[in-house]
């Protein structure tokens, strides 16, 4: 039961990443809707174009590499698919870094997207040096850690929706989730690790 509940959330969340991603390349063909205060970032050229592409593809990824049938079907696929993820979130991580500092909402957002983008370096570089040195607990326990924050794109998308219903002004919202789209995935994914004492004891 525990076994399925735990499958099901996986799924939801995989086919919402892989949404959000595919909604996401529109910024890399250059067609469809553009958020206009995300085109009033100062830095939105070049650095948009680098964002989506970057991180869409490692959200589009990142999901799957959790599938003990990926990582059976043959380690090339697994680690093809984390130097991919690795990669897109970097380019996405600097990237997000550039446009943090060029928001239009204000230094609390930057702030919020800024760190964000820090942490999501940091938690990528930390599983991919722990793969190459083979201690895979350690490196399993980090990837949760970087993808809990590359899942922020999709936290990100529900809460804005969400914040009218709360009545919440929508500019005063868009500082908040700049925190609340990183922070709760980041305590969720540290609770869930707590749980499992083997990768915990992986953590250093
Ligand atoms: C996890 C680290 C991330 C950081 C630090 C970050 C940072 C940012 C920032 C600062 C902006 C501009 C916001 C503004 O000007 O107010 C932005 C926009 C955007 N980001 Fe990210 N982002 C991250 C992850 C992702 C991921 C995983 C995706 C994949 C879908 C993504 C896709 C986009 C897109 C498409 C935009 C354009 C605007 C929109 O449609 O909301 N980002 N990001």
New binding site residues.
């Given amino acids: 039961m525990k076994a399925s509940v735990s499958k099901g959330v996986w799924a939801f969340g995989a086919l919402l990443s892989v949404l959000?991603?595919l909604v996401?390349y529109?910024?890399v063909a250059g067609v469809g809707l553009?958020?206009p205060?995300?085109m009033?970032?100062r830095f939105?050229q070049p650095w948009?174009v680098l964002?989506?592409g970057g991180?869409?593809t490692?959200?589009l990824i990142g999901a799957f590499q959790f599938m003990p049938r990926v990582r059976a079907s043959g380690p090339w696929l697994h680690r093809w698919l984390g130097r991919t993820y690795a990669a897109g979130?970097l380019i996405?991580?600097v990237s997000?870094?550039a446009?943090?500092a060029?928001?239009?909402?204000g230094p609390v957002?930057?702030w919020g997207?800024?760190l964000?983008?820090v942490a999501?370096i940091f938690t990528t570089l930390q599983a991919w040096r722990f793969a190459r040195t083979r201690r895979f607990e350690a490196h399993r326990a980090w990837m949760v850690r970087s993808f809990a924050?590359?899942?922020?794109?999709v936290t990100?998308?529900v809460y804005i929706p969400l914040s009218p219903l709360a009545g919440v002004h929508p500019e005063e919202a868009?500082v908040a989730i700049?925190w609340l789209c990183?922070v709760p995935n980041l305590a969720i994914a540290e609770l869930w690790l707590r749980s499992r004492p083997a990768l915990v004891a992986a953590r250093a």
């Fill in positions: 959000v991603a996401s529109r910024y553009m958020a205060n995300v009033a970032n939105v948009l964002h989506a991180a869409s490692a959200l979130c996405g991580g997000g870094l446009l943090a060029g928001t239009s909402a957002a930057a997207f800024g964000l983008a999501w924050l590359t899942f922020a794109a990100l998308r868009y700049a990183w």
